[in-house]
């Protein structure tokens, strides 16, 4: 049976300090201990590893070679205790260190990453996943950015309520028109997401909600792709993107007032961190405000 030697950080610490200076005298004045206790850890420290991790000769203790390739394993793990006590103490406080945003693709694309694109040297680190729905909170993300109003159980904030917009190409005859009602979409050749998608969703429950017909559609998982096929001629995209491709962007009016898709942000109220994350929904709405206009950010 093996057994593992049980090392303390102390004791790494000491041995550090000797292999960095060269001497026992030297290291006991960085580490405040006395020149006898130095030693007597490091020589525990080697009794532990069984390993002989000094040549001990003319006043000077030299690394031998297995010394040589402990020294950086040593060096590892007490970085890691560094970052682990420093994270802790961010943690205690309330900082956020690093921060994992999930939302929908379209709003990483447009929203999330242009508003990471500001972010200061003093904010947290960030990652992005893509999700559809808060549960992501669940699966460790701090932030999730969502198209519906997340449970009561998740603290939230209403970022941005957006367009949703009928894209055409300049060649079109609506080119020059600013909005399009839902009845007259009918009459075109509608380029749509996958119903799992919220820019679908809205778009069937107008339709519903209207007491309108089903229009001749072309099904499209992604919202660059309908863009893309809306600029070749091949239909009106019904979208959330921001415009690609030169295409011309039309508002979408209803018996029931305008589609648009509404942006949420969700965290957990017991996140370490719930202050700071509230902070950067608020500079996230902010940021909606200053790309979008202050006519897409809800009252306060």
């Known amino acids: 049976m093996r057994h593992t030697a049980r090392v303390e950080l102390r004791t790494l610490r000491y041995f550090v300090a000797v292999a960095e200076h060269g001497s026992v005298s030297a290291a006991a004045e960085v580490v405040r201990v006395t020149q006898p206790a130095l030693s007597r850890q490091v020589r525990q420290l080697e009794r532990e590893l069984k390993l002989a991790l000094f040549a001990r000769g003319g006043g000077r203790l030299e690394l031998t070679a297995a010394g040589r390739q402990f020294l950086p394993v040593a060096r590892g793990v007490l970085r890691h205790a560094d970052d682990a006590r420093a994270a802790a103490e961010d943690f205690a406080a309330g900082r956020l260190v690093r921060?994992?945003?999930?939302?929908?693709?379209?709003?990483?694309?447009?929203?999330?990453?242009?508003?990471?694109?500001?972010?200061?040297?003093?904010?947290?680190?960030?990652?992005?996943?893509?999700?559809?729905?808060?549960?992501?909170?669940?699966?460790?993300?701090?932030?999730?950015?969502?198209?519906?109003?997340?449970?009561?159980?998740?603290?939230?904030?209403?970022?941005a309520v957006l367009p949703l917009w009928a894209y055409v190409p300049p060649s079109h005859r609506w080119h020059r028109h600013e909005s399009i009602s839902l009845p007259d979409l009918l009459g075109e050749r509608l380029i749509v997401l996958d119903p799992a998608l919220r820019p679908r969703q809205i778009l069937d429950e107008a339709l519903e909600a209207n007491g309108l017909g089903a229009p001749e559609i072309i099904e499209c998982g992604n919202a660059q792709v309908a863009q893309a096929l809306a600029a070749a001629d091949r239909g009106t995209a019904i979208v959330s993107d921001d415009p690609r491709f030169g295409l011309h962007p039309l508002h979408i009016t209803s018996a029931h007032g305008p589609l648009r898709i509404t942006l949420y942000a969700a965290w957990d109220p017991a996140h370490h961190a719930t202050t700071a994350l509230a902070d950067i929904a608020d500079r996230l709405r902010t940021f909606c405000g200053q790309r979008y206009g202050t006519d897409v950010l809800p009252p306060s």
């Open 99 to 159: 921060l994992t945003i999930a939302a929908p693709v379209t709003t990483l694309n447009d929203v999330i990453a242009p508003f990471l694109a500001t972010l200061g040297p003093h904010d947290p680190l960030p990652t992005v996943v893509e999700t559809t729905d808060a549960e992501a909170l669940r699966r460790g993300a701090d932030l999730a950015i969502v198209t519906r109003i997340p449970e009561s159980s998740w603290r939230q904030r209403l970022l």
